[in-house]
């Protein structure tokens, strides 16, 4: 995660935290949050149309384990930036995503 990158997740975390208490923003956040897990489902759905998803895997359930995954690496680097460098952050996501991949053997 590059500088502009880490400054734009310290902006969305800050909003989301604004969002706990603040009513007028939760719709807000609640559009955001479903765009993100709209995109994040059409690009599982197309991995696997593609047939590079194990076969039978819950793409509702994984799209909810990768925005969580993505959600928690992001406030990693947030927070702990010289401890969570970006090549961690990038080998966390690789193995994630190659879980989900069909096996090649």
Request: hydrophobic content about 45%; overall charge negative; aromatic content about 6%.
């Given at each position: 995660m590059d500088a502009e990158r880490r400054e734009?997740?310290?902006?969305?975390?800050?909003?989301?935290?604004?969002a706990r208490t603040r009513p007028e923003l939760r719709g807000r956040l609640a559009k955001m949050q479903a765009g993100l897990d709209e995109l994040v489902h059409r690009v599982?759905?197309?991995?696997?149309?593609?047939?590079?998803?194990?076969?039978?895997?819950?793409?509702?359930?994984?799209?909810?384990?990768?925005?969580a995954l993505l959600d928690g690496l992001t406030l990693q680097a947030v927070q702990h930036p010289l401890l969570v460098g970006p090549d961690e952050l990038c080998a966390v996501l690789r193995h994630h995503l190659d879980s989900l991949a069909v096996a090649r053997g």
């Open positions: 734009e997740a310290g902006v969305w975390l800050s909003f989301v935290s604004a599982l759905l197309e991995t696997d149309r593609a047939g590079a998803l194990t076969p039978g895997l819950d793409l509702t359930v994984e799209t909810r384990r990768l925005s």
